[in-house]
């Protein structure tokens, strides 16, 4: 910064975001100026306090600029630099185990052969994970035996969650609930959504372990309802602000009763149009737009209704 005083008729060069020198009132931008020897010829009128900011105008000695819990973003990052903070504390995101269960599963990438379907939901519950501010440790697939569940369980333990997708049901190979319940506790086995029913909650040596529906769409929309809240708070991450629209229904919806749904939507026209196929379609979730919630004591909702669409 110069030193020198700045009187009348006199002038000097400063940086942008500088301190301007004692006597200065004004910073005229240098475009409009041109240099002549000893002598700046200024094109521009100047006004008092042109292109100045009092200090403390944006931040003030002992002001808050970002509140402990708060989520960091760019800007704040930014705000912490321009008060020169080079470091703070942070909530350490929690690491995800995910294990998809299943002899029939094959990574993306790979040649597909007769009997075999490509693994869908590692690569969903690691996308909800990295979303909700977990880190996705993906510990592969894992075979339909009791030994390699086991084996894989143990792996998972070294991570603050554990999710297996598949396993759930009442299959004869779904071995994974009677695993947790060999070596931990289960919480619940079930629960009165759609899609999702077969879902499970328990923990082993004090992690929880999240046993998600094979199902890609049953799995997806559990991601949403469960792992993501679940996730968040572990994260110290505030929940989410759901986006919601109110739209009239652009053809009838007739189901059983019994279990609250979340039934998968495209918004086109200005209606809500039914965009689920079944628990095995995950274009059921990617070709629409958000999902309206049936309580279990509907069975049917008219084409017209008014219905209230949360948006993915």
């Known amino acids: 910064m110069p030193r020198k005083r700045v009187t009348s008729g006199s002038c000097a060069e400063v940086a942008t975001g500088s301190t301007i020198p004692p006597g200065a009132t004004a910073v005229v931008r240098v475009e409009d100026t041109d240099r002549d020897g000893e ?7 100047v006004r008092m ?19 402990a819990g708060e989520e960091m973003t760019p800007a704040k990052v930014g705000v912490l630099a321009a008060v020169g903070r080079a470091q703070l504390k942070a909530f350490v995101r929690p690491t995800v185990a995910i294990l998809t269960t299943g002899d029939e599963l094959v990574p993306p990438g790979q040649r597909i052969q007769p009997g075999q379907v490509y693994d869908v939901n590692t690569y969903t519950m690691a996308a909800v994970t990295r979303e909700n501010g977990g880190e996705p440790i993906l510990l592969g697939r894992v075979s339909d035996r009791a030994a390699a569940v086991r084996t894989a369980l143990r792996r998972g333990l070294d991570n603050d969650l554990i999710v297996f997708t598949g396993g759930s049901s009442a299959g004869e190979r779904d071995l994974v609930v009677d695993i947790i319940r060999s070596l931990g506790e289960v919480l619940f086995h079930g629960i009165a959504i759609k899609p999702g029913k077969p879902t499970a909650l328990g923990h082993v040596d004090g992690k929880p372990v999240l046993v998600m529906p094979g199902n890609p769409t049953s799995c997806l929309t559990n991601g949403y309802v469960l792992l993501r809240p679940m996730l968040r708070r572990m994260a110290h991450l505030p929940p989410t602000s759901p986006r919601t629209v109110e739209v009239p229904l652009g053809n009838l919806i007739e189901r059983i009763r019994g279990r609250l749904e979340f039934h998968t939507v495209r918004i086109a026209d200005g209606t809500a149009v039914s965009a689920f196929k079944e628990s095995s379609a995950i274009t059921s979730m990617a070709h629409a737009d958000g999902y309206i919630e049936i309580p279990a004591d509907v069975d049917r909702i008219e084409k017209g209704a008014s219905v209230r669409v949360t948006l993915f």
């Not at 002598?39 to 009128?45: D, H, L, R, T």
């Open 39 to 45: 002598a700046v010829k200024i094109f521009a009128p």
């Open 49 to 67: 306090g042109q292109n100045v900011v009092r200090r403390g105008s944006d931040v003030r000695r002992g002001s808050i600029v970002v509140r």
